[in-house]
């Protein structure tokens, strides 16, 4: 306020207002580079909040309201108003102005309510659920060995987000009541059996599933064949070789073809044929053991694959793939052995 004749109006908390919007900048910043280094397509539906939450705080702290002699003027980000005339009427509480009213505008002060302090503490709680998912994952993998990747906790954090659309709207709107009609009740009531079946659905999705023994055919959940193809025909199974060798040049490989009338080969498409296609010495591999996926394999393969140790004739290579589709692989070896001298968790513990 520079004199009685002119009167400024700004938002309580520019400083915290700017910070959310340095944040919600450095979480979208965050967001888009994990997507270009990891590949997950999941970054940028997590950078949305921040960016939302950044977009409106530039846009609060940025308002302006101003009255004087020659009228009422309002700035926002992307807009300026001016209204000619009209006196106004200032509205103060403890020495704060409240409001500001004129012949065809006003003004408010925005006070927070019990309905905006009870979203804002369940958003907070919900936030905080998602280091609590990855903290829940890591207790249940301690007795798993080091360096096993973990399972993703994205599936908690879907399970937060659909309970956010049901829960925040009923803080806002019914912070203190929410059983106090059939309407809060059932809203309360379906929420929760939502939230509780995305939970349990969590929970089985990020179990983890140590190699078992290989088992006659069927047992082990491969894929025998595809829908609507041959019982003789060829299967082209997303898989990789993580070594550089003669029948995985370069790494090329991203399936491997089994079935039909060819052996086991390496080739570099999903099929269908055997173009580019190299076989694989099926006779020289030994099987020594089968296990999880860990921090030091390439991060070219999924978390949730398996991977086999295989002997070539006394060189170390390394075969992921899901696990149904590793056990029919395997199954193509003629002669599977474990050493006697080597570790091995072909069987869960």
């Known amino acids: 306020m520079s004199d009685a004749r002119e009167v400024t109006c700004r938002p309580r908390w520019t400083g915290a207002l700017w910070i959310l919007v340095g944040l919600g900048a450095a979480g979208t910043a965050a967001a888009v580079a994990l997507r270009a280094y990891t590949g997950v397509h999941a970054w940028p539906a997590v950078g949305v909040l921040p960016a939302l939450t950044g977009l409106v705080a530039l846009w609060k ?100 987000a659909v309970t956010a659309l049901w829960l925040l709207p009923l803080c806002y709107l019914h912070p203190t009541a929410p059983f106090a009609s059939p309407t809060t009740t059932t809203w309360t009531a379906l929420g929760t ?45 997303p898989a990789r070789f993580l070594e550089a060798t003669a029948y995985n040049p370069h790494r090329f490989g991203t399936h491997v073809v089994v079935g039909g009338d060819g052996p086991p080969a390496v080739v570099p498409h999903s099929g269908p044929g055997r173009f580019a296609a190299r076989p694989v010495p099926v006779s020289r591999l030994t099987l020594q053991r089968v296990r999880r996926a860990r921090g030091d394999d390439p991060g070219v393969i999924p978390g949730d694959w398996h991977v ?42």
Do not use: N
């Open 61 to 160: 702290c940025t308002a302006r309201l101003r009255a004087d002699a020659r009228g009422l003027h309002s700035r926002t980000l992307l807009r300026r108003r001016s209204v000619p005339g009209d006196r106004v009427r200032l509205t103060l509480w403890r020495g704060e102005v409240k409001a500001v009213a004129g012949d065809r505008h006003t003004w408010r002060d925005h006070t927070a309510g019990v309905g905006d302090l009870a979203m804002v503490a369940a958003g907070l709680t919900l936030l905080a659920g998602y280091p609590a998912a990855r903290m829940l994952l890591r207790v249940r993998s301690r007795r798993r060995p080091d360096g096993e990747v973990l399972p993703s906790a994205l599936p908690f954090a879907a399970a937060l």
């Open 193 to 237: 059996v939502t939230t509780l079946t995305l939970v349990v659905w969590a929970w089985r999705a990020t179990r983890i599933r140590p190699p078992g023994p290989l088992g006659p055919p069927g047992q082990t959940g491969e894929r025998l064949v595809r829908p609507g193809e041959p019982a003789e025909g060829e299967v082209f199974l």
């Open 308 to 349: 086999a140790e295989l002997d070539d004739a006394g060189t170390p290579v390394r075969l992921a793939a899901a696990p149904a589709d590793l056990a029919r692989i395997l199954r193509e070896l003629p002669a599977r052995r474990t050493r006697p001298d080597q570790p091995s968790d072909l069987t869960a513990p």
